[in-house]
């Protein structure tokens, strides 16, 4: 466990405390949720009412719009709202926010439901399916509209949207008063029937709250309710040519739902005064039942390197910059996945930057530490040889035997020897990395160049002798002499001191296999701030595909197997490429944090 997570005395670690844990535990403790109901099912005061106690101590919710693929800054939401119920003794409920009738779509839905079930949470509790979608509400919604009509809170303004923002006002102007805004409770409803009856134009009026046009929050100058417009929804059909707009509707979502800690980025923070006048006004009606949930801000995630805006994301993938939403390169979570990340790594990363009040930039290598943490205790280890140059003993059939190849083994992971070892072979000539020779030295270079002697990993010690060339000068073999006696493992193997360990894949038994070198996007930390083009850093190196050398036990490797290739970083076998004869490897994160050095 990593520094920054505090341990109690019995060292069993427990999760470092933010601001919404306290507010938690202070709810708890004094009881404000405990008298409330719970009636099965998302309802009205009255459903609740004839419930029973509510068994969930705490009820938070993840509502996504289902227009797009979840990305690394929902899994933050995710984490925060499933983890904050489990630890509580409370639920979380998946809510599809579908009160937009034109953006939806069953693909998204299904890619949600997945991605939130395989980060290792669960909308199921105590045998109850809490998934809902928002728009099962719009009965209730258009009820909660006609009784505030009916109350004097809404009327139906017919100003142009153009007036309308004109009388808006500013900052440092309050607002003017609709000339409509003195209409009558029962004109307002006989309008609002009407325009539920399709009697007026798309966009021709709307429904508005009534509170205040000079409040100093521009936010409670009399929000619109409730617009007109003819768009066949996913789930209503064409029932309703009116439609909530998401500040109305998001407060009665959570109300109905019994939510009790609305917790959501902070951009809704100057929203959070009408959350709390319409819930106030509909508990007054007796509509909905009380205590009322309430809204709590965190800051959003911003991570370097990243773009999270779903519509930029769209654009990455309709150009073909990336071969889909789950290309290994995008932040969405399934791109992530296909990555080599596992649930594991996302939920630490999302516990470890923690849950704050106010905007900041968590470094990119902060998210790939989390992976490079929790694969190192588990994966099994790998010798590949990514850039192969052959290696040829010259001495072999002298000191070995012509065709004779030898057994080697290595543990499966260096910690873990109940996995076992893993078994190859080595022989006259071997694959070794391009890099790992040099004719001329540089200070500081301990492996392979002529005189100087260097380990083969798990093998043998050799003594480089040089190398061949093609007629253009490029180095098509390195030679090596096999000094007897030294192979790993065996009594007076390490008589003869080197400085260099090298590992390599034996041309008698390695394999090929395709591997994918990812890297960031982005060149920018920052790709798209200050209303830059994103592609403009767009990285022309973020993908490298090499046909590579890999140990003989890599071939019962199946899709999202991962493993660490010794010297060269965590890689996982491609969920979507892998498999059937073919082997396609993707780099997940490099062993160390590598990036701009
Ligand atoms: P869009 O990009 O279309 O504006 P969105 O990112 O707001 O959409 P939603 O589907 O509305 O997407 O988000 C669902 C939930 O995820 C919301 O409660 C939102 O607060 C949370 N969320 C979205 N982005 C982030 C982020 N970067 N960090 C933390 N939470 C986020
Ligand atoms: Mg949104």
């Known amino acids: 466990m990593s520094a920054s997570t505090p341990t109690t005395p019995d060292s069993t670690p427990t999760k470092p405390s933010n601001f919404l844990r306290q507010i938690i535990e202070h709810d708890l403790a004094g009881g404000t949720y405990a008298a409330r109901q719970w009636g099965g099912s998302p309802g009205d005061a009255a459903h609740h009412a004839a419930g029973q106690s509510d068994p969930a101590k705490i009820r938070t919710r993840f509502p996504p719009e289902p227009n797009g693929y979840l ?58 399916s809490h998934l809902y979608q928002a728009s099962d509400y719009f009965d209730f919604m258009y009820r909660a509209a006609e009784y505030l009509i009916e109350a004097g809170h809404a009327y139906v303004d017919e100003q142009s949207a153009e007036a309308m923002r004109e009388n808006r006002g500013d900052f440092g102007k309050p607002g003017v008063d609709s000339p409509f805004r003195a209409r009558t409770p029962a004109e307002n409803l006989a309008r609002f029937r009407e325009m539920r009856d399709g009697a007026h134009e798309d966009g021709s009026m709307v429904l508005r709250s009534k509170i205040d046009m000079a409040s100093p929050n521009i936010n409670l100058r009399d929000p619109a309710i409730y617009r007109i417009r003819r768009a066949t929804h996913h789930n209503t059909g064409d029932k309703w040519c009116i439609y909530p707009m998401y500040t109305f509707a998001h407060p009665i979502e959570d109300a109905l739902e019994q939510i009790t800690h609305s917790i959501c980025t902070l951009e809704f923070e100057d929203q959070r005064p009408f959350y709390d006048w319409l819930l106030d006004r509909l508990c007054e009606g007796g509509l909905l039942a009380q205590p009322h949930p309430h809204q709590y801000e965190f800051a959003r995630l911003n991570l370097t390197y990243v773009i999270t805006s779903k519509r930029k994301l769209a654009a990455l993938v309709y150009d073909k910059r990336v071969s889909g939403w789950d290309d290994p390169r995008m932040p969405t979570i399934v791109g992530l996945r296909r990555r080599g990340y596992t649930p594991e790594a996302i939920q630490l990363f999302a516990e470890r930057i923690g849950v704050t009040k106010s ?57 873990l020897p109940e996995l076992g070892r893993r078994h190859f072979k080595i022989g006259k000539e071997v694959w070794i990395e391009r890099s790992d020779f040099e004719e001329t030295p540089p200070k500081g270079f301990f492996r392979l160049f002529p005189g100087n002697k260097t380990r083969l990993k798990y093998g043998h010690v050799i003594e480089c002798t040089g190398c061949a060339k093609d007629a253009a000068g490029h180095i098509t073999q390195v030679h090596a002499k096999l000094i007897p006696d030294t192979k790993s493992g065996t009594p007076g193997s390490d008589a003869v001191k080197v400085k260099g360990v090298i590992t390599w894949v034996a041309v008698a038994d390695g394999i090929s296999a395709q591997v994918r070198l990812y890297d960031r ?77």
């Open 359 to 415: 905007d900041s930039w968590i470094d990119y290598s902060t998210l790939e530490g989390c992976l490079r943490e929790t694969l190192d205790v588990s994966a099994p280890r790998a010798c590949v040889v990514l850039d192969p140059v052959k290696l040829v003993l010259t001495n072999w059939d002298d000191v070995m035997g012509a065709g004779f190849v030898d057994d080697c083994s290595a543990p499966v992971h260096p910690h």
């Open 521 to 597: 996007l982005f060149t920018d930390a920052q790709p798209d701030a200050g209303g830059r083009d994103f592609l403009e850093s767009l990285n022309p190196d973020s993908l490298k595909t090499v046909t590579a050398y890999v140990e003989p036990s890599l071939i019962s490797a199946k899709a999202d197997d991962k493993f660490q290739f010794e010297r060269h970083g965590y890689f996982v076998a491609d969920r979507k490429d892998h498999g059937a004869g073919k082997m396609v490897f993707n780099r997940a994160v490099g062993l160390k944090d590598s990036w701009g050095k």
């Open 71 to 128: 990305h690394v800054g929902h899994a933050k939401s995710i984490c925060l709202n499933f983890g904050l119920a489990r630890d509580f003794g409370g639920v979380c409920h998946l809510r599809f926010d579908d009160t937009n009738p034109e953006k939806e779509d069953l693909e998204y839905v299904n890619a949600i439901k997945d991605t939130v079930q395989w980060l290792g949470f669960d909308w199921n509790a105590n045998g109850v």
